[in-house]
């Protein structure tokens, strides 16, 4: 059985949530106050799925600015990218517009980019519109590969499509990650 | 404190009892570079910095040799590593805010300007941090640019102390552009602020502790070392260079809590006050293979060092032949490791930038722990960015050869509280020492234990050898010895050519007694010297 | 005035002599010389009796009455008794006054023609004149010295103008004459000077010559006593020196206790003591005195004397209660409400304390030198710190304490005097003891460094490691304690119990570590074990 291994990166400003993701897909974990991410963070995980085995090699980056810079080490050749932006925090947006700009413009051509809006669970803090996130859908085209809501369901492995759902959106713990595209 | 408990005078002796030998932990090879931090201070901190300009950049010298053994060298990747990874990204934006510049020629204006602002504003931002509670704090530490523009505090908000900020930028202009002097300290009532001030950074204590002007000198350039080695000295001069308002936060942010455990590890950690780094004991086979382990699974292209840290304490030093670490570096490095728990849950990769090695790049780090508990922790620095992969694989391959011979055990063994207790020394009325070898830059010490266990009782314990360690390397007038008999112990602090010793013993001891038993103590660890320190350098 | 045993100066010594009371058959004379009472019975033949102070028996014997005895006295060495019998004898024309024996062998007859100095010759029983001398002699007063002595001769109208005669063995020298100044009052003659208004004293080492004049001007009550000293140069006459104010008048008699001049007044029965060693006014010429203290009547005895004209006087040993005389006159000098001005206290106290201080420089002489001295200095009265501290300052500060040092520290310490309790401590005016160590650790409230004094006084005294633990520990000072035992060389034999107890109860725990480990280290060095003994432990058993 071919084992597939699959890059996958995830972007975002600092404190969004990004490692959390990571912990719960890779090791099903979650802690409350886990420490912001150094340089950036490698860890392997093995999926199995209709019979192909995937190891995802997740790059979990340091949001900080200074870090920014390095973040092709991590997008160069890579699959997919998940840029997270954290729903209690306004700022958060734009920056991962940015990253997709950023990654459309440098990132390999068939790259898989997914935008997780994240802390769903935290509805009553929400400052990121609902409203608003929906029209920057519409700038992605389908040239750069295609956008799709990510929810409950996994791709196809032959399409090298990025995220599992399930452990992606940390069910079971306290932070839900909606994913709109 | 240590001179608030003395009660007895001390004494100054002539060694004549004292037998003087060798140093235990002389060997021939160093891997260290051995110093005594507060030389670096000694001059004017502006002659420093132009030291540092004139030193080469030992990360260029890597690369280009890399890239002249390897034809296909990356362009690109040599200019990146020169300037610094970075690039051209952190050049601020011009969207960038500026407030608060001081363009005002006259520094007496903006003095009293300044002042008058303070007085007159009780109910500024500062509420928070005017609190009493922030107040009682026994040392506070400000970092902030030129400009006065905040970087740092210890307590409180940064956001919420700009007057204070801007009085003691004031401070600093005020004397070097009519004194053209740098100010070092005030004294005022019962605090005493101390100024550090390198190119673009001025760094401020405010205590009402008793640690001397001299130690709290050499933890403010431990902590401008720290932003160094965040940002990398180039970029720092550069940014500034561009914007002389810029807010530094903005590249610092994730780093305060490194600034944060610096200073608690200051606190404790008697290897910055010595400049000498702590081994971990073990036994010269164990500890040979380990270092064999590495040299043969790591032997990669630009890795530059490649070390083991378990507990605070190096359990062995791999490296490029020509470069040598220093003690900072490594304080550095192991600060780095004890303030980040994310090292603990993957393997990272990280730049970081060793200010005393090279202030003007970043080395890459990967960073990785070797057992599950997480006590073992290996780095690898390279020059290479792109290596991770490789030294991935290097670090899976070390792991398990030293799970094969038991490394990882010897290591944990040593790691327990009670494997190198003073009692093992077997001198009655000793409590504690640190016993330093100059030449190697290494230092030995056992554990802590009654009557020394709790925080406080630690704290007052460091304040002793730093009492000690102060009255002995005192400009004024130095000494060989120092027997100081205080309330609770008596010290004897004994330094020469080779080496420092500080001893701690029972209040009750005498001076013939402290003599014999540091006689006894020197034979001992000439004995465990082969235990207690690295004795071979190990090299790629 | 005070009616209690305390309140008199002189008294009759417990036992005086009895004799006989003068009587038709019975006769009494007194030999000054000897201080012997010769009484008389029929002349003789009935017996004499011969009584001294201090003799034990009296001598009796017989003698053939030959007539009236009108004088009796040995010769200083008792060998021979010269008998006067009349006032012609002796085969003389001129009437013998009376005669004294000067020396040894030596008899000077004093008639109305002057002095006549004799040697006798016992075995031969005969006398040989060695000189004369010629003036009229109207009376003579005689004090006899060791060796000789002086003789005063009265001459002149009003007999006023006193000759003196010393005295040597062997020699007889005539001193300048002079006169004493009498009385002058208007309407009245003078009056002759009498004996019994003369004697002759040496005060302070210097011959005086006492004359009691008891009209002395207009304007003064009372009587006055006149001093007159002789000088050292024999060449000059004496000159007044000295008055003694008596506010009284009568009779009176004088006596010379240790250069004192005490006077008795007959008739109010008191006496009053002069010094003329104190201040008194001068006018240029005479210094005037009052009494040292005020009259005291001399207390009353029990057996009835009758009060005869001819009152003669003993010069009493006065010594011998002198003590106890001097002890009241300082305890009346303190007593609150008639004590006496501070100058006169501190000058009294100033010459008891030269007058110990003489004793104790002449002690040592002594001592060193032959013992023939030391019969004299024991006559010498002395008053010590204990004499003082029993009998005067006892009463007077009605303290419990019996040591005067505790005293003295206590009251320094009460009244802030704590430079002189320092001083006092270090010229070891106070001395080293235990129980004033401990009256100093309970003077700490109210002196801090008192504490300190005692463990110094402590350490001084060799034997009190027990009681240096104590204080130490009990002021929390464990290491000091523990080095001091250490130092002692008493480290083994300590008990650790009371050293762990007390680093209990200092709530350190550095401390009580390092106590702890010390006697850990002991166990181990004495039972090869670090184990605690569970007494040892029990301080912390109870606590835990």
């Known amino acids: ?181 | 404190m240590a001179a608030k408990e003395a009660e007895q005078t001390e004494i100054e002796v002539e060694n004549e009892e004292l037998q003087e030998d060798i140093a235990p932990g002389d060997c021939g090879s160093a891997m260290l570079i051995a110093s005594d931090s507060f030389d670096s201070l000694v001059g004017n901190d502006y002659e420093t910095e132009l030291a540092i300009k004139k030193k080469k950049s030992h990360i260029n010298e890597i690369v280009r040799q890399g890239s002249f053994e390897q034809e296909d060298s990356c362009g690109e990747q040599a200019d990146v590593n020169h300037i610094g990874p970075y690039g051209d990204a952190t050049t601020p934006s011009a969207s960038e805010e500026s407030s608060g510049e001081q363009s005002d020629p006259s520094m007496t204006k903006e003095l009293s300007a300044v002042l008058d602002e303070i007085s007159k504003s009780p109910d500024h931002d500062d509420d928070d941090v005017k609190t009493p509670e922030w107040k009682a704090q026994s040392k506070h530490v400000f970092i902030l640019s030129d400009s006065g523009k905040p970087v740092y505090s210890r307590y409180g908000n940064e956001d919420k102390l700009v007057t204070v900020f801007g009085v003691m930028q004031a401070l600093v202009s005020f004397v070097q552009d009519s004194a053209h002097d740098s100010i070092r300290s005030l004294v005022a009532g019962e605090h005493r602020i101390i100024f550090l001030h390198h190119e673009n950074i001025i760094l401020v204590c405010v205590t009402r502790g008793s640690e001397s002007d001299r130690l709290i000198r050499i933890q403010l350039n431990y902590l401008y070392n720290q932003i160094l080695s965040v940002l990398t000295l180039s970029t720092l001069k550069k940014i500034f260079k561009q914007r002389r308002n810029y807010d530094l936060r903005r590249q610092l942010s994730g780093s305060e809590k490194f600034l944060d455990s610096l200073l608690t590890m200051m606190e404790r950690e008697p290897g910055l006050l010595l400049s000498a780094v702590r081994c971990l004991p073990l036994e010269c086979q164990t500890r040979d293979m380990i270092a064999q382990s590495i040299v043969q699974h790591a032997k990669v292209k630009d890795l530059v060092f490649a070390l083991i840290i378990a507990n605070s304490q190096l359990v062995t030093l791999v490296r490029m032949k020509k470069y040598f670490l220093h003690p900072m570096d490594l304080h550095i490095i192991i600060n780095l490791i004890n303030a980040a728990e994310s090292f603990k849950a993957a393997e990272s990769w990280t730049p970081i930038c060793l200010p005393k090695f090279d202030s003007s790049g970043f080395l890459q780090a990967h960073i990785s722990y070797l057992d599950e508990a997480c006590q073992t922790c290996l780095l690898l620095l390279t020059v290479d960015r792109d290596s991770f992969f490789t030294l991935s694989g290097c670090k899976t391959k070390i792991t398990e050869r030293l799970i094969k011979y038991n490394g990882l055990k010897a290591i944990s063994d040593s790691l327990r509280k009670d494997s190198y207790n003073i009692s093992k020394c077997g001198i009655s009325d000793l409590r504690h020492f640190l016993y330093k070898n100059k030449s190697t830059a290494q230092y030995t010490s056992p554990e802590l234990e009654a009557p020394y266990l709790s925080p406080g009782e630690q704290e007052r314990l460091f304040g002793l050898y730093h009492y000690l360690h102060n009255r002995i390397h005192s400009s004024a007038r130095p000494l060989k010895i120092l027997y100081h008999v205080g309330q609770y112990e008596a010290l004897l602090g004994w330094v020469t050519q080779g080496f420092e010793l500080y001893a701690v013993f029972s209040p009750l001891v005498t001076k013939s007694l402290a003599i014999n038993a540091v006689n006894k103590l020197m034979a001992w660890i000439r004995k465990e010297a082969s235990r207690l320190f690295i004795l071979e350098s190990v090299t790629f | 005035m005070a009616t209690s045993d305390c309140a008199h100066y002189i008294e009759l010594c417990n036992s005086p002599i009895k004799f006989e009371a003068i009587s038709k058959v019975t006769n009494v004379f007194y030999d000054d010389a000897n201080q012997q009472v010769f009484t008389v019975r029929s002349g003789g033949s009935m017996g004499v009796v011969v009584k001294g102070p201090n003799d034990k028996t009296s001598i009796t014997f017989r003698m053939e009455d030959r007539g009236n005895v009108s004088s009796m006295k040995f010769s200083p060495d008792r060998k021979i008794l010269a008998i006067q019998r009349s006032q012609k004898s002796v085969g003389r024309s001129t009437e013998i006054k009376g005669f004294v024996w000067t020396n040894v062998n030596e008899i000077s007859f004093i008639t109305g023609n002057g002095v006549e100095f004799y040697q006798v010759n016992p075995e031969k029983r005969s006398l040989k004149n060695l000189k004369s001398l010629s003036v009229s002699v109207v009376w003579y007063v005689w004090m006899s010295r060791e060796d000789g002595g002086m003789l005063l001769l009265s001459s002149g109208q009003l007999a006023n103008s006193l000759q003196p005669v010393y005295f040597l063995p062997g020699a007889m020298l005539k001193l300048p004459k002079f006169e004493v100044d009498l009385p002058t009052l208007p309407k009245q003659p003078k009056q002759p000077l009498m004996e019994r208004d003369v004697t002759m004293a040496y005060i302070y080492g210097q011959l005086y010559i006492i004359v009691l004049r008891h009209q002395p001007r207009p304007g003064v009550t009372g009587a006055e006593v006149v001093l007159y000293q002789v000088p050292h140069q024999k060449e000059a006459p004496a000159k007044k020196t000295n008055m003694l104010r008596l506010e009284m008048s009568g009779r009176f008699a004088i006596n010379v206790v240790d250069s004192l001049i005490v006077i008795h007044h007959q008739a109010s029965k008191t006496s009053v003591i002069f010094d003329i060693q104190l201040d008194g006014e001068s006018d240029g010429y005479v210094s005037n005195h009052y009494p040292v203290v005020s009259p005291l009547p001399i207390k009353p005895f029990k057996m009835y004397l009758p009060n005869s004209a001819n009152w003669i006087v003993f010069q009493p040993d006065i010594r011998q209660k002198s003590k106890s005389v001097i002890l009241q006159v300082c305890r009346q000098m303190l007593l609150p409400g008639r004590q006496s001005s501070l100058p006169i206290i501190s000058k009294v106290m100033d010459m008891l304390n030269n007058g110990y201080k003489a004793y104790l420089e002449a002690e040592i002489v002594a001592l060193a030198s032959d013992s023939a001295n030391q019969q004299e200095l024991k006559k010498r009265v002395i008053i010590d710190q204990s004499d003082m501290y029993t009998n005067v300052f006892d009463e007077v500060f009605e303290d419990n304490e019996h040591y005067l040092y505790e005293l003295i520290i206590n009251i320094l310490v009460h009244n802030n005097c704590f430079y002189q309790l320092h001083q006092f401590l270090q010229y070891h005016v106070l001395s080293d003891s235990k129980p004033l160590a401990c009256l100093m650790l309970s003077l700490e409230s109210d002196y801090p460094p008192a504490h300190q004094l005692a463990l110094d006084m402590l350490t001084r005294l060799a034997t009190a490691n027990e009681e240096i633990i104590e204080v130490l520990l009990s002021k929390n000072q464990l290491l000091p304690a523990i080095r001091f035992i250490r130092k002692a060389g008493i480290t083994d034999t300590v008990s650790s119990r009371k050293f762990l107890e007390a680093a209990m109860n200092t709530n350190d725990g550095q401390l009580f570590f390092t106590v702890f480990k010390f006697f850990q280290q002991r166990n181990i060095r004495l039972r090869s074990s670090h184990v605690f003994h569970p007494d040892a432990l029990m301080p912390m058993a109870n606590t835990a």
């Open chain 1, 1 to 181: 059985m071919a084992v597939k291994e699959i890059k996958l990166c995830l972007l975002g400003e600092s404190g969004v949530g990004k490692s959390s993701i990571v912990l719960r897909f890779v090791r099903d974990q979650y802690k409350e106050c886990l420490e912001s991410t150094i340089g950036a963070s490698f860890m392997t995980k093995r999926v199995v799925l209709d019979e192909r085995t995937f190891i995802f090699q997740i790059w979990d980056t340091a949001g900080q600015e200074k870090y920014r810079s390095l973040a092709p080490m991590y997008y160069r050749g890579a699959a997919a990218a998940i840029v997270v932006y954290d729903i209690t925090r306004e700022s958060s947006f734009p920056a991962a517009q940015e990253w997709v700009k950023e990654l459309q413009r440098m990132a390999s051509g068939n790259i898989v980019i997914a935008v997780a809006g994240n802390k769903c669970d935290l509805e009553d803090l929400r400052e990121v519109s609902t409203v608003a996130r929906k029209l920057p859908a519409d700038d992605f085209t389908p040239s750069m590969g295609t956008s799709y809501y990510l929810h409950g369901t996994a791709r196809e492995p032959g399409t090298r499509r990025a995220q599992e759902k399930k452990g992606c959106c940390g069910g079971g713990g306290k932070r839900n990650s909606d994913i709109i595209y």
